[in-house]
């Protein structure tokens, strides 16, 4: 399961990265996508739309189900990932990268992990 060292993760499987500015990049982990299967459809939160920490702000679906995404952080979303309207599938293939799902200017933190507590987390 590939936990890159250098993110912060969230209790309900998406992970932030710092981009500067106040901004974040958030998307869903490895383990996220593994459990959920073949990606087919994500709903992005708009841009300009205000999230708070552990509200949902859109789904993905699979060809297993259908699973919500929890905000990591509160803030207001500044960008989303266009590309996984005709490309689900990036989410896939590469979660960490092409795979991002938003930007968040944050206003404050939710319960973030660091990679260590993340890997106990999904490992037991």
């Known amino acids: 399961m590939n936990i890159p060292d250098d993110l912060k993760y969230s209790f309900d499987h ?6 500067g500015g106040g901004v974040v990049q958030v998307g869903i ?8 299967g073949d ?7 708009t841009v300009g739309t205000s999230v708070e920490a552990r ?4 789904e993905v679906e ?18 989303a990932n266009e590309d996984l309207e005709t490309g689900p599938g990036r989410i896939n293939e590469d979660p960490y990268g092409e795979g991002w ?7 404050a933190e939710g319960d973030l992990m660091d990679a ?5 987390l999904i490992e037991g």
């Open 116 to 120: 260590d507590a993340y890997r106990l």
């Open 62 to 79: 699979s060809t297993k189900s259908v699973s919500e995404l929890f905000a990591p952080v509160t803030g207001e979303v500044v960008a």
């Open 101 to 107: 799902i938003c930007e968040v200017r944050v206003i």
């Open 14 to 19: 998406e992970w932030v990265r710092d981009v």
């Open 55 to 58: 509200m949902v702000f859109g």
């Open 29 to 36: 982990t490895d383990y996220a996508q593994d459990a959920l």
């Open 39 to 45: 990606v087919v459809f994500v709903e992005l939160p």
